[in-house]
């Protein structure tokens, strides 16, 4: 930061003490080869996030896309599948995993949902590697138990569009929210109206809107957007 600047987006601030940095200031330098062209920023966004704490005690349900056969019904039979919960601090370590692509899930009684995943989850893990998942996770104790998630990437580039501006109508009301660092935005305490339109908007991509969405148990929905 600071004189060196950043080149990766989005940048995480956390680790920066407020009680020496009290304020930023956004500072832009924009270059370019082609004497034909200007560069220019379309749009820059901050996001400030608080009160997060961990959830301990979480259940979760992991499962692998490797299958080993069919049950009599014509149902797959996955090689990894397991349940397993989370420490006290809201960490869980799994060690001697094979390559594949996992889904994680809270467990079908857990009032807890996946409200944001960075990184993209599910999450493919290749021989010999290790990784780190972080997950937000919002309590559904007191609302309904139909969510939904939205995961808004970037078309061109597969990253996720930060600052995306969503508007979902239906079920008697609108809700709005704003992605987050990973692209993310959350929906908790729906019906299950089968009705619901999303409309997305972020500077520098076309508007998209999405229709006729069930938000059944807890849906997750991908939407890629597209330059303008």
Do not use: M
Not at 38 to 63: L, M
């Amino acid at each position: 930061g600071n004189d060196s600047g950043f080149t990766n987006s989005p940048v995480d601030l956390s680790a920066i003490a407020s009680s020496s940095y009290d304020h930023i200031a956004l500072e832009i330098r924009l270059s370019t080869q082609n004497t034909s062209t200007t560069p220019s920023v379309g749009k820059a966004t901050t996001t400030y996030r608080y009160g997060r704490g961990e959830f301990g005690d979480v259940s979760f349900d992991i499962r692998g896309e490797k299958t080993i056969g069919k049950r009599p019904d014509g149902s797959d039979i996955y090689k990894t599948s397991f349940a397993t919960t989370t420490d006290s601090s809201g960490q869980r370590g799994l060690s001697d995993l094979e390559w594949d692509t996992y889904h994680i899930r809270p467990t079908p009684t857990s009032t807890r949902r996946i409200a944001s995943a960075c990184r993209k989850e599910p999450l493919s893990l290749a021989p010999a590697t290790s990784s780190d998942l972080t997950l937000a996770v919002a309590d559904i104790s007191n609302a309904s138990e139909h969510s939904l998630r939205v995961d808004i990437n970037d078309a061109d580039t597969g990253d996720p569009v930060v600052g995306a501006n969503t508007v979902l109508s239906g079920g008697g009301g609108t809700h709005r929210d704003v992605s987050g660092p990973c692209g993310h935005v959350f929906f908790a305490d729906l019906s299950t109206n089968p009705d619901y339109d999303l409309e997305i908007s972020a500077g520098g991509f076309a508007t998209t809107t999405e229709t006729g969405i069930s938000a059944e148990d807890s849906t997750v929905l991908t939407v890629d957007l597209s330059s303008s």
